[in-house]
């Protein structure tokens, strides 16, 4: 893919739109924002160009802490645990004490099709094959308990599996799960089906995702 320079002119006009908005006269918000952030809300979301947490729920400068990753990955609390991702969350958890963590993962992940088609072939390096070992333990299950399925239906359900997986680490580091206890966090996990624009989230009580918000109905008549 070749670097265009139209690119670059588009990102700045952006920036110049955003200043307007931001930095008008009327427009207070980076007052505030300047003496410290004070996000309500961690968001765990996927590298993915597609899948940007901000655009997608209209989310103001402020609003949430955000650590992206290939797949929306958490690996478990453990001394070796890389240090990226943990750090952020510990960040988020203990000093800026955050009210809620959101894992978002969506539909057509490319970390996910990695981990249940390895790259045959030997590359020069394998940082992603490596890093979604993490979700190893999702996938052996998928692969036996949904063996007569589909793969477009293991892919599915390795992508929500993953979700769950990831809020599952985050009860292994211990100040985390205190306040989840303590009734001072909640979690959530949301996935984001690009194919028809829903967004599900996991129902720990019917133990399964419910659309939170339903596609548009042309949309979905469209791609039946
Ligand atoms: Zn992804």
Not at 47 to 68: I, Y
Not at 123 to 135: L, P, Q, S
């Given at each position: ?14 920036f ?19 003496a ?6 961690l ?58 963590v959101?894992?978002?993962g969506?539909?057509r ?49 390795c ?21 989840v ?6 979690l959530?996990?949301?996935y984001f ?20 918000v ?11």
């Amino acid at each position: 893919m070749r670097a265009k320079m139209e690119d670059i002119e588009k990102f700045v006009r952006g920036f110049s739109r955003f200043q307007q908005q931001y930095f008008s006269e009327e427009n207070t918000l980076y007052d505030a924002l300047r003496a410290g952030q004070r996000p309500t809300t961690l968001l765990i979301g996927c590298c993915d160009s597609r899948v940007d947490p901000m655009l997608l729920t209209g989310s103001d400068p402020g609003d949430m802490f955000v650590v992206r990753n290939i797949a929306n990955l958490v690996p478990p609390c453990a001394p070796d645990a890389p240090p990226g991702v943990s750090s952020a969350i510990e960040f988020a958890i203990c000093n800026l004490e955050v009210a809620r963590v959101i894992v978002l993962g969506h539909a057509r992940c490319g970390g996910i099709r990695a981990l249940l088609a390895p790259q045959q072939e030997a590359r020069e390096t394998d940082f992603v094959e490596r890093w979604m070992r993490i979700a190893a333990p999702v996938r052996e299950r998928v692969l036996r308990d949904l063996a007569h399925k589909s793969s477009e239906e293991r892919h599915q359900a390795c992508e929500q599996a993953s979700i769950l997986q990831s809020l599952d680490n985050l009860l292994t580091y211990p100040w985390l799960k205190r306040r989840v206890e303590q009734g001072k966090l909640m979690l959530h996990g949301w996935y984001f089906d690009i194919d028809s624009g829903a967004l599900m989230a996991y129902s720990a009580r019917q133990q399964q995702f419910l659309p939170m918000v339903c596609p548009i109905p042309t949309r979905a008549r469209a791609i039946e």
